[in-house]
């Protein structure tokens, strides 16, 4: 068996922590894995890491590099399939069946990268289940709801098959009155997850998308995805065929949508809080506390407050499934908080801005081990770089040279220059910008090791 892993979602949700460049999917929450990587670990089960593949985009294809890379996985870079634009999920699909079937059909296990699944006998069965289903059927996998949940869609089971059901509808997110009735009727939770044969997918595609099928046949990929539709798997294709089946999935399962999902997965202290960081809560209950300094909180319940270094957000937890729109009002003023925490990540490692004002901005760049920025010019910023930690080698115009810690240089404006690490530890540089206008898209890009043509 195949897994495809979905990579390419941004997490509005879970705002701030959550953000466009860095989304909920590398985020370590838990054990010190981000669920992208417990993802590849659950894909291991049923697939050899040549047989596992990953559709991502441009933006974050170095994350998943570096994240497969830190737990030991080998994964080809050639099944690290990035699209141009996000186009939801069944462009996404199609598009890495359509890479697969380079190598001959085959059956697969179509995975999201940010849900929380409790591995076990029962998700094994599961998946075996579907796998017998999977020559004739597009299998998805429903939970069996554990109370009337109002944040995940539903699917009502049908007539009985060998090991699963045909699925008789699918059903959107329901209100609490709703959810309770699907409960006593035996409807399932919408898990997202698929197994299929490829054979039946790109048939049922033909019949049912066929504008997804036609765009994707052409050479030019940024061109095909300008024609393609922006539709889910679910309304695309799963509603319109006949051949939809489901196999109950009883597992602990959260798509770890939003923050009300998030503090039902954390583990809370006697007084109901869940709490990441350094909390004192006096006559307080039932909360999700977040924040990188201490949180201190009196006399509230029932709240999120979630503290990071350049926002904060407090919400009641009945409304946090509103938290993307806060996202969308920072987008419609172009507010780079929308996309990007103090700390961004980078494929040769990071910076975090530490201080700006009007014509400065203080950053501390951490290079990773044997990385380098590309060979670059400002035209409107000059750069102070001091060492605080490890060696740097240098180029500044013709001049090529190494500075150790305590160390610093200048580079004006307008010349070309790079840092790169040749070192095994992170190397960490303070850097000082000077100038009218600090952006980061003030970059003319000479040579880079990672393909980037622009910041």
Not at 123 to 135: G, I, N, P, S, T
Not at 172 to 198: I, Q, R, V
Not at 391 to 412: C, N, Q, Y
Request: aromatic share 10%.
């Amino acid at each position: 068996m195949k897994t495809l892993i979905l990579a390419g979602g941004s997490g509005t949700r879970l705002w701030p922590l959550s953000r466009e460049y860095y989304p909920k999917q590398f985020i370590k929450l838990f054990d010190g894995k981000s669920l992208f990587q417990k993802t590849v670990e659950r894909a291991l089960i049923f697939s050899d890491p040549e047989d596992v593949y990953v559709v991502t985009n441009d933006k974050h294809k170095f994350m998943v590099i570096d994240q497969i890379s830190e737990i030991g996985v080998d994964i080809p870079q050639d099944n690290i399939i990035t699209e141009p634009y996000a186009k939801n999920t069944l462009p996404a699909i199609y598009y890495g069946i359509t890479r697969i079937l380079q190598h001959g059909t085959a059956k697969v296990a179509v995975l999201p990268s940010d849900h929380l699944i409790e591995v076990n006998e029962k998700y094994e069965e599961a998946f075996m289940k579907a796998e017998k289903l999977a020559d004739k059927y597009l299998v998805t996998f429903g939970v069996k709801p554990t109370k009337p949940h109002t944040g995940y869609g539903y699917i009502k089971p049908g007539d009985l098959l060998d090991y699963g059901y045909r699925v008789e509808k699918f059903v959107e997110k329901p209100d609490l009155e709703t959810a309770k009735t699907y409960l006593k009727e035996g409807y399932l939770w919408n898990s997202g997850m698929f197994l299929f044969d490829t054979r039946v997918f790109t048939e049922e595609c033909r019949k049912h998308a066929a504008e997804i099928v036609q765009a994707l046949e052409e050479d030019d990929i940024n061109e095909a995805y300008q024609k393609v539709p922006e539709i889910s798997i679910d309304y695309g294709l799963m509603e319109k065929t006949d051949r939809a089946a489901v196999v109950p999935l009883e597992t602990f399962w959260s798509d770890v949508g939003s923050f009300d999902a998030l503090y039902e997965v954390m583990d809370k202290n006697t007084d109901g809080n869940a709490v990441s960081g350094e909390c004192i809560s006096i006559d307080s209950k039932n909360n999700l506390l977040y924040s990188e300094r201490l949180i201190a909180a009196v006399g509230v319940d029932d709240l999120i407050v979630i503290d990071t270094k350049d926002a904060v957000l407090v919400c009641s937890k009945k409304n946090s499934q509103k938290v993307k729109d806060i996202v969308n009002r920072l987008k419609e003023r172009n507010d780079k908080r929308a996309e990007f925490h103090r700390t961004v990540y980078r494929p040769w490692g990071s910076f975090t801005v530490l201080e700006e004002g009007q014509f400065y901005k203080i950053k501390r760049v951490t290079v990773l081990p044997k990385r380098r920025l590309s060979l670059q010019m400002h035209h409107h910023r000059s750069e102070h770089w001091v060492v605080v930690r490890g060696t740097a080698k240098v180029i500044i115009g013709d001049k090529e040279f190494l500075l150790r810690s305590g160390e610093s240089t200048f580079v004006p404006s307008g010349i070309k220059h790079r840092l790169e690490n040749p070192g095994l530890l992170p190397l960490e540089v303070i850097e000082v910008q000077i100038g009218e206008y600090l952006g980061e898209d003030d970059i003319v890009r000479f040579q880079d090791d990672f393909g980037r043509s622009e910041s």
